[in-house]
């Protein structure tokens, strides 16, 4: 118990004692004095101004400084933000310094710190300034590995750890987006003069969404600062990035590409002497970088999406910002190019790569397409296509960007392609060549099926070949160029067949049969993703079947034209809708540009397209030898209504589903033109020589100037068709002497009319199909008669016998009105001048020809003859053909309208 009391006491005094040093310190950091002295220390240590907003301080069992929301100032020289932030500073002090008198700081640690690196316009940075200055004989003694003696210090770190970090940069006085965050490691003194670095942070840019940009990890041993922290061996780790982030990070712009990156290097300097020229040390460096599993963005990775490695091994000089790369190899799975590169590291845009060695693997290419284009043929293959030697021509140089090519050239002994469905097609040997910034490829010739090739009939005959052969040019420096085709297609199935296989559905919606030839070009000038088209494709003795035709159109001949992007066809003869056709249809406008990519379904045969908003503008003149209604028909329906547009337009603008709605795809097409039709047929009308001038716009058909020769008279008016929502009709025409005899009457009705009619006549209708037209056909006319003959009965000495009477009547005017509706043809006031007598003539004739006619005579004849108040009127009812004939009684009055 003795003891207890005699060591509990003194233990009780050393506690005591403890927590007294504790409280005191903790209050004399506080002061203003210790305050002031501790931030001169600091300012000493760092060599910038420091400020804090508050000090603790922890005695046992190391004395230790913390200091919240440090601000260590910068060099008025590089701005007058501050240089390094941290919401927390702590710092150990050294018990020997303490011993000593002085005030040393041992190990520190940062809590979320924020740095932000300088670059001025110089070339300076401000972490430069901040280490102390070296005498150039130090650092050329220290490359030779002399042994050098510590520079002196005003303190003696040993360890200095962060997390949770952020360092930012800036060029002059502009804020760069992108910068580190989460930076954290340390930096651990391992022998006197030499630091250990290890270091890890995410890289960032302001404004974009990133979700995986992996981790830069840099490991290194440095020199301490006295000596510009050289020499230096530094090993550098960013691995697992997203291709798509990694773009972001550098240009701010999602490319579309997707895939995986991953990049490691190390770097050396001070391990020389320093040049006498520059005064300035160069880094050596070794980089490898390397993308895995590239593809396009809306496109499934693949067990063969293709990668490439880059390494680069070479010497920085930093003098002239300027790397050399004396090793560079990029690498495919069997490719492979070798040569050297310079990068001006001030100016990344300018640099030079010169390959002495290529060797290129078709397999390589095809791969690199599939990638990038949807709907390739799991089953294409293509092999020897480009065995890889460089001409006598000399290295294959390339620089800037976009990519400029100077020399070179590459030469291939041909291959063979593989596509489902044909038998090999061979390509033939070709020469590319780079001379002064121009790529060109030309006389690459593709033919196509070995079955098809050129061939000798027992006739001596040669048959042609299916072949196409290509020419590639591109002028990198005035960033123009084209690829051109000319085509010799015995059969153009099989070139549908290869374009299916490379991923360019050409026959979205029609299948075509027959042969074709002719020259197309695409022209580029400044972007790459639009061009303009150039060429001929000539088709003849062919079928062209398409979606919503019930038949095929047969093609005698028929020519398809683009000139600077506008297009147009000559059509010299085609079948279709039961007649034949000759004519033009042209582009008008502004001629439209054609995108490259995406699934765009693009015909030989296409006559619009929906790339934009704007619509299309058309101009034709189209003649044909007859229009029959019964054989429109045949074509159109019954299978093809009612949606028959929205079915056939798809395939006529050669547009995939996801590109719009039908409806609206026709909205945008606007066509004007002229008609010429040698004879129409719509049931019994029949009308010889028609020609019209039509405008399509906005789902709305107007026919303008339509002329005609109906019944052995002319016919002119116009027709307005709104498609849109429900097909509505409206015409209005004017007859001019039809005859009587030639209406289309039922055959024996014909013969008992002579005389001829002219007049006008509006109705409208809506609706589809025959039955439903017709229920809503409504409409009124009138009519100027001359000349007019009724054969068969006498209409006068039938009612004044009150029986009906054989003979002929004749009149020789008259005029009335009509109405339609209801499905018949309805008149009550139409009054016809005789000889003796006027006539009036009344009834309702269906549509399905019988009805009721009634003659009575009216009034006072030209000879002054009275006729009765009450009379009677001759009635023909029933079938017009047969119709029943009365006499009977009529009121004048009451048969008056």
């Known amino acids: 118990m003795a003891r207890i009391r005699k060591y ?103 809590t979320r710190p924020s740095l932000i690196l300088v670059r001025n316009t110089e070339g300076r940075w401000n972490l430069e300034d901040w280490l102390p200055p070296v005498r150039a004989n130090t650092i050329a003694n220290a490359g030779a590995g002399v042994p050098q003696k510590s520079a002196p210090s005003t303190h003696r770190l040993e360890f200095i750890e962060f997390d949770e970090g952020r360092i930012n940069f800036k060029m002059g006085d502009e804020k760069k987006p992108f910068a580190f965050i989460n930076v954290s490691g340390s930096v651990e003194q391992v022998s006197a003069g030499r630091w250990r670095l290890r270091l890890e942070a995410e890289p960032w840019r302001s404004g974009v969404p990133l979700q995986s940009t992996g981790t830069l990890q840099v490991v290194g041993d440095v020199a301490g600062t006295s000596a510009r922290l050289q020499p230096a061996e530094i090993q550098v780790h960013w691995g697992k990035v997203s291709l798509a982030d990694l773009f972001r990070l550098v240009t701010g712009n999602d490319s579309g590409v997707r895939g995986e990156f991953a990049l490691d290097g190390n770097a050396s300097v001070g391990t020389e002497p320093i040049p006498a020229d520059t005064g300035v040390s160069n880094w050596k460096f070794e980089v490898e970088a390397r993308a895995t599993q590239l593809h396009r963005w809306d496109l499934a990775e693949r067990s063969d ?21 004396e090793e560079l190899r990029v690498e495919l799975p069997r490719s492979t190019l070798s040569g050297a590169a310079v990068l001006q590291t001030a100016n990344p845009e300018n640099w030079k790569a010169q390959f002495k060695s290529v060797a290129m693997q078709a397999g390589d290419l095809l791969a690199w397409y599939r990638a990038f284009q949807p709907g390739v043929g799991e089953e294409l293959a293509l092999s020897d296509f480009i065995k890889g030697n460089l001409s006598v021509g000399g290295d294959l140089s390339a620089r800037g960007w976009p990519p400029h090519w100077d020399d070179g050239a590459l030469t291939s002994e041909g291959g063979t392609l593989r596509v489902p469905g044909l038998k090999e097609s061979q390509i033939g040997p070709f020469r590319a060549s780079f001379v002064n910034g121009v790529f060109l ?88 993703k639009t061009m303009r088209r150039n060429g001929r494709i000539d088709l003849a003795k062919s079928r062209l079947a398409v979606v919503g035709l019930n038949l095929p159109l047969k093609i005698e001949q028929l020519r398809l034209d683009w000139s600077d992007g506008r297009r147009s066809a000559t059509i010299g003869k085609v079948e279709a809708f039961g007649a034949n056709w000759t004519g033009t249809i042209a582009q008008t406008g502004e001629a439209a540009e054609e995108r490259l990519g995406g699934s765009e379904s693009r015909t030989i045969s296409k006559m619009a397209r929906a790339d934009g908003e704007e619509g299309y503008n058309w101009q034709f003149q189209l003649h044909a030898d007859r229009l029959d209604a019964a054989e429109l028909d045949r074509w159109f329906g019954p299978r093809a209504r009612p949606n028959w547009w929205q079915r056939l337009l798809p395939s006529l603008l050669g547009q995939s589903v996801s590109n719009g709605k ?69 015409v209005t025409a004017e007859v001019d002497r039809a005859n009587l005899a030639q209406l289309p009457w039922p055959a024996r009705w014909a013969e008992r009319w002579g005389g001829t009619a002219s007049g006008t006549i509006q109705f409208s209708t809506g609706g589809v199909g025959r039955d439903e037209l017709l229920r809503q056909l409504v409409g009124q006319g009138a009519l100027q008669l001359s000349k007019i003959e009724l054969r068969g009965w006498d209409v006068r000495a039938s009612t004044e016998a009150g029986v009906a009477r054989t003979g002929t009547s004749r009149w020789t005017s008259g005029e009335g009105t009509f109405e339609i509706g209801e499905q018949e043809l309805r008149f009550a006031a139409i009054q016809l001048d005789g000889p003796q007598v006027r006539t009036q003539l009344s009834g309702a004739l269906g549509f399905d020809m019988s009805g009721e006619v009634t003659f009575l005579p009216d009034g006072e004849g030209k000879r002054g003859a009275k006729m009765a108040q009450a009379s009677r009127g001759l009635s023909l009812s029933g079938p017009l053909e047969t119709p029943k004939v009365i006499v009977e009684p009529v009121s004048a009055e009451t048969a008056r309208p």
């Open 441 to 528: 490829v030309d006389g690459l010739r593709l033919k196509l099926g070995a079955d098809t090739a050129s061939s000798t009939s027992a006739r001596g005959v040669t048959a042609p070949e299916n072949s196409a052969v290509f020419r590639l040019f591109h002028d990198s420096e005035g960033r123009r160029g084209s690829i051109g085709v000319t085509l010799h297609l015995a059969d153009a199935e099989h070139a549908l067949k290869v374009a299916t296989a490379f991923g360019h559905r050409l026959d979205q919606g029609w299948e075509y049969t027959g042969s074709a030839s002719g020259f197309s070009q695409w022209e580029w000038d400044g972007r790459l």
């Open 305 to 325: 999406n293709p990668k490439v490695n880059v390494h680069l091994k070479g010497v920085w000089y930093r003098a002239k910002d300027e790397a050399r790369a």
């Open 8 to 110: 509990g006491g003194a233990a009780l005094l050393i506690l005591a004692l403890v927590v007294g040093v504790q409280i005191g310190a903790s209050f004399f950091v506080k002061t203003r004095h210790t305050r002031a002295f501790l931030l001169a220390r600091l300012q000493s240590a760092f060599g910038r101004p420091v400020e804090a907003d508050d000090f603790s301080i922890q005695v046992l069992p190391i004395p230790e400084l913390q200091m919240d929301r440090v601000t260590i100032g910068e060099d008025p020289a590089f701005g007058r933000e501050y240089f390094l932030r941290a919401d927390r500073m702590n710092a150990r002090i050294s018990w020997l310094g303490l011993l000593r008198g002085r005030v040393e700081f041992g190990n520190m640690s940062l």
């Open 662 to 730: 039908a409806s609206e795809l026709l909205r945008r097409v606007s066509a004007e033109g002229d008609l010429a039709v040698d004879g129409v047929t719509v049931e019994k009308f029949k009308l010889a020589k028609a020609q019209a001038n039509m405008v399509f716009r906005d789902l709305q058909l107007q026919v303008r100037h339509a002329e005609a020769q109906w019944a052995g008279g002319n016919v002119r008016g116009q027709i307005t068709a709104r498609f849109s929502p429900v097909p509505r009709y409206e």
